[in-house]
């Protein structure tokens, strides 16, 4: 395989963002046809509860840039957009370890579940606010709920891949579906194209654009001086214009910052909760401050709550 290397310059620096031109990974060299044949191979058994200790993240740590070259770059195969660093964007588990557990892993052993923990061929990239919409959730679950953020981010390739995914994944670790489940992802799948159940990859000459919550870790890193795309305030863009050359991509130029509202309503829940009286927990949030939702790395109220799959969000089921 061949690693295609390129250095993109800016106006102040580089930032590398390249695709690299790596085939399939032999997990994903599977059809169509072989994938709905490893689901009718499945178990399909109601989920089992499971009351054990969460594998430590530092079975998965530091996996980022093995992750990117599984993609191409990197880049979110749920939604198609890149970043230009780490700083937003978290290893998401495309079967969810609880999920795993309730699907018999549990019953199997922590040898057996700390190799699914870091097991590359269940591991991607995503935004927290990605990760955390779609939480514990299984394919169904995910599917049928009434509001979804992750649901509604998902490009049409990303859903069936989602789903092919989820097949090879329970496949390789000897995993049940329920039959709700086992039901949603034959349904997709029986509408997916062949090329179409393999990971997005970033091509090489795509139109690339970041995520408004990547501006602000690109432009404070580098010193901005212009932005690429035509907007129709560019006074408004300030200290968020992205500094590009006739070697980058197209870039989204978007201004402000995505969570300021939520960082407002966590400081406002942190007077509540205080001049209450009240412990700062998930649970006094979700029932004093209904304007918060899944908190993130570095806002107001992450430190003050316990992060205990250290996985940069709290709260998740908010």
Wanted: aromatic fraction near 6%; glycine fraction near 8%.
């Amino acid at each position: 395989m061949t690693k295609l290397r390129c250095t993109l310059g800016t106006l102040t620096g580089a930032l590398f963002l390249c695709p690299f031109s790596f085939g399939h990974p032999s997990e994903e060299e599977w059809s169509r046809s072989r994938i709905l044949s490893a689901l009718s191979g499945l178990q399909v058994s109601v989920e089992s509860s499971c009351s054990v200790e969460a594998i430590e993240s530092s079975a998965w740590a530091g996996t980022q840039d093995s992750i990117a070259e599984l993609h191409g770059g990197r880049l979110s195969p749920y939604d198609g957009i890149v970043f230009p660093n780490y700083h937003y964007v978290q290893i998401e588990h495309i079967v969810a370890r609880k999920e795993a557990d309730e699907s018999g892993l549990c019953g199997m052993g922590e040898t057996a579940r700390s190799n699914f923990a870091a097991d590359i061929l269940n591991l991607t990239l995503a935004p927290g606010s990605l990760n955390a919409s779609k939480g514990d959730r299984d394919f169904h679950d995910v599917q049928s709920a009434e509001s979804s953020l992750f649901r509604d981010s998902l490009t049409d390739h990303a859903l069936c891949w989602w789903a092919a995914q989820t097949v090879r994944v329970k496949s390789k670790h000897g995993l049940s579906v329920d039959s709700d489940e086992e039901a949603a992802l034959r349904s997709v799948l029986n509408a997916c194209a062949d090329e179409h159940v393999f990971r997005p990859r970033l091509a090489q000459g795509a139109d690339w654009s970041f995520r408004p919550e990547f501006v602000d870790a690109l432009t404070g890193e580098l010193e901005i001086a212009a932005c690429y795309e035509t907007v129709e305030n560019p006074a408004a863009l300030g200290a968020s214009a992205m500094a590009v050359s006739s070697h980058l991509p197209n870039v989204a130029c978007v201004p402000g910052d995505p969570r300021a509202g939520q960082k407002t309503a966590q400081t406002a829940c942190i007077a509540t909760l205080e001049a209450s009286g009240y412990r700062a927990n998930c649970e006094n949030v979700g029932r004093y401050c209904p304007d918060v939702d899944p908190i993130q790395r570095g806002e107001p109220l992450y430190g003050l709550l316990r992060d205990a799959d250290s996985d940069g969000v709290v709260c998740e089921g908010l």
